[in-house]
Protein backbone atom coordinates (compact mmCIF):
# COMPACT_ATOMS: atom_id res chain seq x y z
CA UNK A 1 0.00 0.00 0.00
CA UNK A 2 1.17 3.53 -0.91
CA UNK A 3 0.15 6.53 1.06
CA UNK A 4 1.73 9.97 -0.08
CA UNK A 5 1.90 13.04 2.14
CA UNK A 6 2.54 17.06 1.46
CA UNK A 7 4.20 19.68 3.76
CA UNK A 8 4.61 23.17 3.76
CA UNK A 9 6.38 25.82 5.76
CA UNK A 10 7.17 28.95 6.69
CA UNK A 11 10.04 30.81 8.82
CA UNK A 12 10.57 34.66 9.17
CA UNK A 13 14.42 35.65 8.91
CA UNK A 14 16.05 37.20 11.51
CA UNK A 15 19.61 39.06 12.01
CA UNK A 16 21.32 36.73 14.40
CA UNK A 17 19.93 33.73 14.20
CA UNK A 18 21.78 31.08 12.21
CA UNK A 19 20.14 29.19 8.63
CA UNK A 20 19.64 25.79 9.04
CA UNK A 21 17.73 23.95 6.14
CA UNK A 22 18.00 19.78 5.89
CA UNK A 23 20.15 20.18 8.52
CA UNK A 24 22.65 22.15 6.95
CA UNK A 25 24.05 25.55 8.35
CA UNK A 26 24.33 28.04 5.42
CA UNK A 27 26.31 31.02 5.38
CA UNK A 28 23.82 34.07 6.09
CA UNK A 29 23.64 37.15 7.98
CA UNK A 30 19.81 36.13 8.88
CA UNK A 31 18.40 32.85 10.01
CA UNK A 32 14.72 31.04 10.43
CA UNK A 33 13.30 32.48 13.53
CA UNK A 34 11.26 29.86 15.82
CA UNK A 35 11.06 27.79 18.65
CA UNK A 36 13.00 24.84 17.21
CA UNK A 37 16.19 25.34 15.09
CA UNK A 38 13.41 26.90 12.36
CA UNK A 39 14.97 24.43 9.21
CA UNK A 40 11.76 25.44 7.12
CA UNK A 41 13.22 22.24 5.04
CA UNK A 42 12.92 19.60 7.58
CA UNK A 43 9.63 20.62 9.21
CA UNK A 44 8.29 20.26 5.54
CA UNK A 45 9.45 16.89 5.06
CA UNK A 46 8.74 15.98 8.31
CA UNK A 47 5.10 16.97 8.01
CA UNK A 48 4.63 15.27 4.75
CA UNK A 49 6.03 12.19 6.08
CA UNK A 50 3.04 12.82 8.77
CA UNK A 51 0.39 13.85 6.48
CA UNK A 52 1.17 10.61 4.35
CA UNK A 53 0.25 8.39 7.71
CA UNK A 54 -2.53 11.02 8.95
CA UNK A 55 -0.94 11.39 12.18
CA UNK A 56 -1.34 15.31 12.57
CA UNK A 57 1.10 17.74 12.07
CA UNK A 58 4.83 18.66 13.40
CA UNK A 59 2.96 20.95 16.17
CA UNK A 60 0.80 18.27 17.14
CA UNK A 61 3.95 15.91 17.96
CA UNK A 62 6.35 18.58 19.14
CA UNK A 63 4.47 21.64 20.28
CA UNK A 64 6.40 24.83 20.74
CA UNK A 65 5.01 25.24 24.20
CA UNK A 66 7.44 22.15 25.21
CA UNK A 67 10.79 23.28 26.46
CA UNK A 68 12.38 19.72 25.04
CA UNK A 69 12.46 21.58 21.56
CA UNK A 70 13.08 24.86 22.56
CA UNK A 71 16.20 25.24 19.47
CA UNK A 72 15.80 21.23 18.68
CA UNK A 73 17.79 20.12 16.04
CA UNK A 74 14.92 19.19 13.06
CA UNK A 75 16.92 16.37 11.64
CA UNK A 76 16.32 14.49 15.01
CA UNK A 77 12.51 15.57 15.08
CA UNK A 78 12.49 13.90 11.46
CA UNK A 79 14.13 10.97 12.97
CA UNK A 80 11.47 10.56 15.54
CA UNK A 81 8.57 10.89 13.13
CA UNK A 82 10.80 8.01 10.89
CA UNK A 83 10.75 5.47 14.43
CA UNK A 84 7.17 6.40 14.12
CA UNK A 85 6.29 5.51 10.68
CA UNK A 86 8.86 2.27 10.71
CA UNK A 87 6.40 1.26 13.74
CA UNK A 88 3.69 1.44 11.43
CA UNK A 89 5.38 -0.59 8.67
CA UNK A 90 6.73 2.36 6.06
CA UNK A 91 8.98 2.76 4.60
CA UNK A 92 9.73 6.14 2.14
CA UNK A 93 9.76 5.62 -1.41
CA UNK A 94 10.47 8.77 -2.42
CA UNK A 95 11.11 12.82 -1.46
CA UNK A 96 10.70 15.89 -3.89
CA UNK A 97 11.14 19.43 -1.74
CA UNK A 98 11.23 22.56 -3.14
CA UNK A 99 13.13 25.65 -0.38
CA UNK A 100 12.07 29.00 -1.21
CA UNK A 101 14.92 31.64 0.23
CA UNK A 102 15.72 35.03 -2.12
CA UNK A 103 19.34 34.84 -0.67
CA UNK A 104 22.07 33.34 -0.33
CA UNK A 105 22.10 30.73 -3.52
CA UNK A 106 21.45 27.59 -1.95
CA UNK A 107 23.36 25.59 -4.78
CA UNK A 108 26.30 25.15 -2.81
CA UNK A 109 24.49 23.14 -0.06
CA UNK A 110 21.98 21.24 -1.87
CA UNK A 111 23.95 17.80 -2.00
CA UNK A 112 24.67 17.65 1.43
CA UNK A 113 20.73 18.75 2.28
CA UNK A 114 19.92 15.59 0.19
CA UNK A 115 22.72 13.35 2.07
CA UNK A 116 21.54 14.40 5.56
CA UNK A 117 17.87 14.06 4.88
CA UNK A 118 18.44 10.79 2.94
CA UNK A 119 20.68 9.54 6.20
CA UNK A 120 17.83 10.77 8.41
CA UNK A 121 14.42 8.97 6.29
CA UNK A 122 16.88 5.59 5.23
CA UNK A 123 17.00 5.86 1.61
CA UNK A 124 19.30 6.31 -0.86
CA UNK A 125 20.50 9.88 -1.94
CA UNK A 126 18.81 9.29 -5.72
CA UNK A 127 15.40 9.12 -3.32
CA UNK A 128 15.95 12.63 -2.07
CA UNK A 129 15.72 16.06 -4.54
CA UNK A 130 15.75 18.98 -2.97
CA UNK A 131 15.30 22.14 -5.28
CA UNK A 132 15.77 25.57 -4.70
CA UNK A 133 13.99 28.54 -6.15
CA UNK A 134 14.30 32.51 -4.79
CA UNK A 135 10.88 34.87 -4.97
CA UNK A 136 12.33 36.98 -7.93
CA UNK A 137 12.09 40.07 -5.26
CA UNK A 138 8.27 39.64 -4.87
CA UNK A 139 6.25 38.75 -2.14
CA UNK A 140 8.07 38.15 1.62
CA UNK A 141 10.61 35.41 0.19
CA UNK A 142 11.55 37.82 -2.73
CA UNK A 143 12.05 40.80 0.03
CA UNK A 144 14.36 38.52 2.04
CA UNK A 145 11.74 38.84 5.06
CA UNK A 146 10.61 34.81 5.13
CA UNK A 147 12.27 31.24 3.90
CA UNK A 148 9.72 28.52 2.72
CA UNK A 149 9.76 25.12 2.23
CA UNK A 150 7.49 22.35 0.22
CA UNK A 151 7.97 18.31 0.47
CA UNK A 152 6.02 16.07 -1.13
CA UNK A 153 6.35 12.14 0.12
CA UNK A 154 6.01 9.02 -1.45
CA UNK A 155 5.43 6.25 1.53
CA UNK A 156 4.90 2.50 1.43
CA UNK A 157 3.71 -0.51 3.85
CA UNK A 158 6.15 -3.35 3.92
MG1 LIG B 1 8.61 25.26 11.05
Known amino acids: MFRIGIGHDTHRLTEGRPLVLG ?17 ALSHAVTDAVLGAMCEGDIGVHFPDSDPRW ?8 LARVMWLARER ?3 VVNVDATV ?5 RLRP ?3 EMRAKLADVLSVGLDC ?3 KAKTGEGLDAVGEGLAVT ?3 IVLLERI
Not at 70 to 77: G, H, I, T
Open 128 to 130: VSV
Open 23 to 39: GVAVESDRGGEGHSDAD
Open 89 to 91: GFR
Open 70 to 77: KNADSLQL
Open 100 to 104: HLERP
Open 149 to 151: AQA
Open 109 to 111: YIE
